[in-house]
């Protein structure tokens, strides 16, 4: 059974960069998309981006300047980056499966609190 | 940019069935997914493209689609389907994928 497990810096400063990696355990990193969503406390969620196991990566337009998600195929792992972060940046971060047949993000990492103060 | 439109609330009795709509341009032209929420936990996918059901969710749970509305019906709903909902697509391009600003399910 696909496990994946995320972690990063919880607490950052305005301007500084985010940075999130998230593992894959017990399945195949070849032939999916792999996510990014964040949700702000007490909001909904909120698609950051995506990467394939080629570096082939799609973001969402409002963050796109901002945000880079990478991979390491050795390592079956994938990272954001998400620079000049503000307090509106504060969110559980998730990473997430795409499934191969197009079927939805089914394996879900168990989140990452994020809060940027001064 | 593009957006998915939600309710904010829906509330129904034990038993009852609850109806949830989501609705944009392209949805009928792209698939729709439904997610469940609860408190403090990872979402999970309940329906996928539009009426497919993953493995382990119960039954009562199905989706529908028509014009650019889709729904997601779940018949006899119990205590533990009290949580939030959120429909996600993709735009026309399937350039980016988007979610619904979400649903509170309150069973009463």
């Known amino acids: 059974q696909v496990q994946l497990q995320q972690w990063g810096a919880g607490l950052l400063k305005p301007s500084e960069t985010l940075s999130l990696t998230c593992a894959v355990y017990?399945?195949?990193?070849?032939?999916?998309?792999w996510s990014w969503i964040r949700q702000p406390p007490g909001k909904g969620l909120e698609w950051i981006g995506e990467?394939?196991?080629?570096?082939?990566?799609n973001y969402y337009p409002s963050l796109k300047s901002r945000v880079t998600i990478s991979v390491d195929t050795s390592k079956n792992q994938f990272s954001l980056k998400l620079t000049s972060v503000t307090a509106a940046d504060t969110a559980v971060y998730y990473c997430?499966?795409?499934?191969?047949?197009?079927?939805?993000?089914?394996?879900w990492g168990q989140g990452t609190t994020v809060t940027v103060s001064s | 940019s593009y957006e998915l439109t939600q309710p904010p609330s829906v509330s129904v009795s034990p038993g009852q069935t609850a109806r949830i709509t989501c609705s944009a341009d392209?949805?009928?032209?792209?698939?729709a997914y439904w997610y469940q929420q609860k408190p403090g936990q990872a979402p999970v996918l309940v329906i996928y493209k539009d009426s497919e059901r993953p493995s382990g969710i119960p039954e009562r749970f199905s989706g529908s689609s028509s014009g650019t509305t889709v729904t997601l019906t779940i018949s006899g709903v119990q205590a533990e389907d009290d949580a939030d909902y959120y429909c996600q697509s993709a735009d026309i391009s399937s350039t980016y994928v988007v979610f619904g600003g979400g649903t509170k399910l309150t069973v009463l």
């Open positions: 017990g399945g195949s990193f070849t032939g999916y998309y």
């Open positions: 990467i394939n196991d080629t570096g082939s990566t």
């Open positions: 392209a949805l009928g032209k792209q698939y």
């Open positions: 997430a499966r795409w499934g191969l047949a197009a079927d939805g993000m089914a394996v």
